[in-house]
């Protein structure tokens, strides 16, 4: 993590995990669950594959609140990165944050579902979530 961080220049940088082999199916980072908004839907890998995260549970609790599907499902990392409209990360660090580069790429850093995502988030937390990363 230390070189990729080196390489990038971006403190902020986080190494994605995936399969190894063609696909690459994506799965996590080493601090968080992963999800990407694809025709509409909300979609994480299959939590068999990761950590089952209290976050990645909440994310699918407030999808079921607000009226966004959500699906567990495998996700390749070629199919993210040309059917992607938004990327995300969850933990009980920082709730829930916004991509904005994958494998070099810039991505959509803050769309619509992430918007309303963090939006309901903060209103369940009593805490403008979003105003905490602003020192950051």
């Not at 992607?84 to 810039?106: I, K, Q, Y």
Request: glycine residues 8%; hydrophobic residues 40%.
């Amino acid at each position: 993590q230390q070189e990729l961080k080196a390489r990038t220049g971006d403190p902020c940088c986080e190494p994605l995990f995936t399969t190894d082999g063609s696909d690459r199916l994506l799965r996590e980072t080493p601090t968080a669950n992963l999800f990407v908004v694809m025709e509409g839907i909300v979609c994480t890998p299959p939590r068999t594959k990761t950590l089952d995260g209290i976050a990645s549970r909440t994310v699918e609790a407030l999808c079921a609140q607000l009226g966004i599907a959500f699906r567990e499902r495998e996700i390749a990392l070629a199919e993210a990165m040309h059917h992607a409209s938004e990327w995300m990360l969850s933990n009980s660090t920082f709730c829930l944050a916004p991509v904005g580069r994958v494998a070099g790429r810039p991505v959509n850093p803050r769309g619509p579902i992430f918007t309303r995502l963090l939006r309901a988030w903060s209103d369940q937390a009593g805490v403008d979530i979003a105003g905490q990363f602003a020192g950051y």
